[in-house]
């Protein structure tokens, strides 16, 4: 823990970058993990859950192509917090809405990830390439340690001051998430080959693709639906659901530091672990006693996704290569809740099950394409 609290503060900008990503979940960590419930409060169903989370990874991946673009042109900093500006206004509409069709413009607004691929290849232009899993675990750890800590407040808050007036705390954070942003130093693209054959030939590349696909597309098919989940075969309230998610939260700091330092000696091996702690996770929820570990463990999924980023940034670090990479592990994102919508409404039981499996089976995948090299 010392040792990467070292690294991080060696390098001011991730250390900017990691309280940025702190201060964005301390607002979004007030009501994301029961926004599925707030949907069912304006009358949508499981139908309408799946189509909204469709919607927003839908909106960000066709955001996501031209925001690759934009990364190997133009100053990265200023594009981020653009991005950053625009979607801190989602919170105010999710306020306003008195239907669940309410919630569209929020999400459009909310899903806007032009900036995104700005973000990583600054990461990824900034540190040496032998760092770049240490450094893309950490700086994404600032998300998890945000989201550990404001779902409790949200759910003291809650009786209070309803889910309204969450939202509209949420704004506040993501403001303050904006301004740090701003505190970072400029960073122009490094100059690029306007192709690179080595990246787009690639075999060992486009298999992590595949894998780093097919990972975030289950975890996005299950994540809408564990606080439905969990109300309706725990009858867990409303504040406690916001409270419980503070352990997925939790873990995923956690997670994100040891699977990190582990990157460093052997990146496969970090990412194995990593989904099958998911796994784990997902499985545990159905054991009596097993929810509280379960939720922990399935925190490690932010983990995995910044491992694979940093697979990735291994090869390269133009905008474009992280923006084309995440297209499809986006487009994956939108179309599993819609399927997910209706696997659930068949047999929740059967759905995380079938989830539980094909996660297993991933990490396998990912230990014989670290033999291969």
């Excluded at 994301?32 to 304006?42: A, G, K, M, S, T």
């Excluded at 956690?254 to 672990?273: D, I």
Aim: charged share 10%; glycine share 12%; hydrophobic share 55%.
């Amino acid at each position: 823990m010392r040792a990467s609290l070292v690294f991080l503060r060696s390098h001011p900008d991730l250390w900017r970058l990691f309280w940025s990503n702190v201060l964005w979940t301390l607002g979004s960590g007030l009501y994301f993990f029961v926004w599925p419930n707030y949907v069912r409060d304006l009358g949508g169903g499981p139908q309408e859950i799946g189509y909204l989370a469709a919607l927003m990874y839908g909106v960000m991946a066709l955001s996501l192509l031209p925001g690759g673009w934009l990364a190997d042109r133009w100053e990265r900093k200023r594009l981020m917090v653009a991005n950053w500006g625009v979607a801190s206004v989602a919170p105010l509409v999710f306020a306003l809405a008195r239907h669940w069709a309410g919630l569209i413009p929020g999400v459009l607004l909310y899903a806007q990830f032009f900036g995104w691929p700005a973000m990583e290849a600054y990461v990824a232009q900034l540190v040496p390439k032998d760092s770049l899993g240490r450094a893309f675990a950490l700086t994404n750890s600032g998300y998890s340690l945000g989201a550990a800590f404001s779902p409790l407040l949200g759910a003291l808050l809650l009786p209070h001051i309803g889910m309204r007036g969450l939202f509209l705390l949420a704004f506040g954070a993501f403001a303050g998430s904006t301004a740090v942003m701003g505190l970072l130093r400029p960073q122009h693209p490094a100059p690029q080959p306007d192709s690179d054959p080595t990246v787009s030939v690639s075999p060992t590349l486009w298999r992590w693709v595949v894998v780093f696909v097919s990972v975030l597309g289950i975890t996005a098919a299950v994540r809408p639906f564990l606080p439905v989940f969990l109300e309706d075969r725990f009858g867990i309230d409303r504040a406690w659901l916001l409270a419980s998610s503070s352990l997925i939260s939790l873990g995923g700091f956690a997670l994100a530091w040891l699977l990190g330092h582990l990157s460093a000696k052997s990146s496969v091996s970090a990412l194995v672990f990593g989904i099958l702690a998911v796994a784990v996770g997902v499985a545990l929820i159905f054991v009596p006693g097993g929810l509280v570990f379960g939720l922990f463990l399935f925190g490690a999924e932010a983990a995995v996704y910044s491992l694979f980023r940093a697979f990735i940034g291994a090869v390269v670090s133009q905008g474009r290569v992280f923006g084309a990479t995440q297209f499809p592990a986006t487009s994956a994102q939108a179309l599993a809740p819609l399927a997910a919508g209706w696997f659930y409404s068949a047999s929740p039981d059967l759905f995380l099950g079938l989830c539980v499996g094909l996660l297993a089976l991933l990490a396998l995948v990912s230990a014989g394409l670290g033999k291969r090299g």
